[in-house]
């Protein structure tokens, strides 16, 4: 009987420590996007707190793209999502979260910033790899995320198959074939961009990481220059991190104004500074410029452009029995 | 005696030193050396990043949020567990081998089914959402939803304890309280509880240090919210996909130190369980001489 003040007293400790505040958002994102809604959140408070008074509680959720997706069908209250795939979202679109024409209602398609797909080699670049052709060098170990799970791994994916349908006598066939040799050279399939960096950088396993602009550039300041270069491709596809707010949830809650607030300020100058800060490519042409010598020009193409959209390409390319899973079952 | 049971023993000392040895470097390797490390890279760069990284708003409300769920979880347990072993080791029933079938269930499903089981429940998609989102009830990704999972999880520990104790104890005593005049709460309070009172301590540091550390089911219900539905696990693994390492380590060192902390305690029960199994031997031999 004396146990049991003892088992509650932890309970009555806990429940005044709510904090309060006026509003509360949830940002549901994906992995790797945590530095920068870290440096934008305050940013974001302080200039809404100024124009309406409100004081805004920003909380984030991180994970593997997808499963945050499904996590948000699956009841996960989030007033806004901030992914790095149109895919993900048209699902909640599907699932009557958000109206069909989402991408219509902020600048850009909905994104803010964008990255590219970017090799990241050991310090002085030992297996001399330049471009997508030495991807596929007998003897050179490819690193990267499952395109199954992953939309970094997509990217990746769809950038082999976009560069090489794009070389001079470039077919579908040569692309196919292409893709199935870098495959070939992948020892590990990772769920995720950033297990897959955990596999390259600490598990020393592979030459080359392939993996987002950011990513590379995070993985150079957090463990040190010395360790690790950089290599951009002469071709690669576009990253769109597309942003869009939950209907269904903000309605509901009545956070509406303030969720696209914070979304709409992602497009301003200060937005779109700590964008380029954390190596996110901004839209806005002034920060562009001002950052320009820290993004390399590369040339790019968007997945809708080569592969008509991503529901398409999804369909053809990482459905169950799609092209991904033929190259791979022959591997 | 003492000759059969040393030549039984007797191996070549190289054999014996060998096999010591042996399995003190498996000990080393695979629990202590581990063990050190966390602690080791958990204070690699001081004290004060030690400090910092367990009192930072989200590892805190992470610590707050594990309490918390331990505070549910175990007692919720400690109740159904005492009730279940009860039913169980002291009558006979219809479909009562069921029961225990059922006790164990959760052993045997893997966590994160647990964890997909509550979504397909209580999820917007599942059987229950429409009508608990109507209700403005939250289950999943919030605290609800991980008490459930974590109380699912650590369900079998107490039962599983108490079941083969209380059934070794036979109801003798129950039965001379009875025949006294105790009522049934008068023969719980005072017979049954104090009998198992070192086994379920037991059952409940299992179910504690369980509900404290469990990862699975707990990772699918909760949604990650920072700072509001991440439990201590769940926190380390992100601090560590992060490459916060020492923040991850710290945080891996406070539940490496809970589980130690557990371990002494769980040490201690069972000797005072030894103590007090070896006085009752004594008690009951004491009666039977005295009656002869």
Not at chain 1, 154 to 175: D, I, M
Not at chain 1, 221 to 231: I, K, P
Request: glycine share 6%.
């Amino acid at each position: 009987m004396k146990l049991r003040p003892l088992l509650f007293a932890p309970l009555l400790a806990l429940a005044g420590t709510a904090a309060h505040a006026d509003v509360t958002l949830l940002n549901v994102s994906y992995d790797v996007m945590r530095d920068f809604y870290k440096d934008y959140n305050p940013l974001f408070q302080q200039a809404y707190q100024a124009k309406t008074g409100e004081r805004v509680t920003v909380q984030q959720s991180h994970g593997g793209s997808s499963k945050q997706a499904l996590s948000v069908v699956g009841g996960l209250a989030a007033d806004v999502i901030t992914m790095n795939q149109a895919t993900d979202i048209d699902l909640l679109a599907d699932k009557g979260l958000l109206p069909a024409n989402w991408a219509r209602r902020l600048p850009n398609d909905s994104v803010p910033f964008n990255s590219i797909t970017v090799f990241l080699v050991r310090k002085g670049n030992p297996k001399a790899i330049r471009d997508w052709n030495d991807l596929v060098r007998p003897g050179v170990q490819v690193i990267v995320p499952n395109p199954k799970t992953s939309g970094n791994g997509r990217y990746t994916y769809l950038a082999a198959w976009g560069q090489a349908l794009r070389q001079p006598g470039g077919s579908e066939a040569k692309a196919r074939d292409f893709v199935s040799r870098l495959f070939r050279n992948v020892p590990v399939l990772d769920s995720g961009g950033r297990a897959a960096t955990t596999t390259f950088i600490q598990r020393q396993v592979g030459d080359v990481l392939v993996t987002f602009e950011n990513e590379a550039e995070m993985v150079a300041r957090e463990f040190g220059r010395g360790g690790f270069d950089v290599v951009y491709p002469k071709l690669s596809v576009l990253a769109e991190n597309p942003v869009a707010l939950v209907d269904k949830v903000v309605d509901k809650k009545g956070t509406r104004q303030a969720a696209d607030a914070y979304l709409r300020q992602l497009w301003s100058v200060e937005g779109q500074t700590v964008a380029a800060q954390n190596y996110l490519r901004p839209q806005h042409p002034q920060v562009a410029a001002r950052y320009a010598a820290q993004f390399p020009p590369v040339k790019t193409f968007r997945v809708a452009e080569v592969f008509g959209s991503w529901r398409a390409a999804m369909k053809t390319h990482f459905a169950d029995g799609g092209v991904f899973d033929q190259i791979y079952a022959k591997k | 005696m003492s000759d059969v049971s040393s030549r039984a023993t007797a191996e070549a000392a190289w054999v014996r030193v060998a096999l010591t040895t042996l399995a003190l470097a498996f000990v080393a390797l695979f629990l202590l050396v581990p063990l050190a490390a966390v602690f080791w890279e958990a204070f690699s760069k001081g004290w004060q990043l030690y400090v910092d990284s367990l009192t930072e708003p989200e590892a805190w409300s992470a610590i707050k949020l594990t309490l918390l769920t331990a505070a549910f979880a175990v007692p919720l347990n400690l109740v159904f567990g005492v009730a279940a072993a009860w039913a169980i080791a002291r009558f006979e029933f219809r479909g009562k081998s069921f029961l225990v079938t059922l006790i164990d269930l959760p052993f045997s499903v893997s966590p994160v089914v647990a964890g997909l089981m509550y979504m397909l429940l209580f999820g917007a998609q599942g059987w229950l959402g429409p009508w608990l989102a109507e209700h403005d009830v939250k289950i999943v990704f919030a605290v609800p939803g991980i008490v459930l999972a974590t109380v699912f999880v650590t369900f079998p520990f107490v039962a599983r304890e108490l079941i083969p104790l209380m059934q070794a104890q036979g109801a003798d005593e129950e039965q001379a309280a009875m025949v006294l005049g105790a009522s049934g709460w008068q023969t719980f309070w005072r017979v049954t509880l104090p009998n198992v009172k070192w086994g379920l301590l037991y059952g409940v540091i299992l179910t504690n240090a369980r509900a404290m550390g469990e990862f699975g089911a707990v990772s699918v219900v909760s949604g990650h919210i920072r700072g509001e539905t991440n439990t201590i696990p769940l926190h380390v693994e992100i601090l560590y996909n992060e490459y916060n390492f020492v923040g991850a380590f710290a945080c891996a060192s406070l539940l490496a130190f809970l589980a130690l902390l557990t371990l002494v305690v769980k040490s201690l029960v069972e000797w005072k369980i030894a103590r007090a199994q070896a006085a009752s031997l004594n008690r009951t031999r004491e009666a039977r001489l005295a009656s002869a």
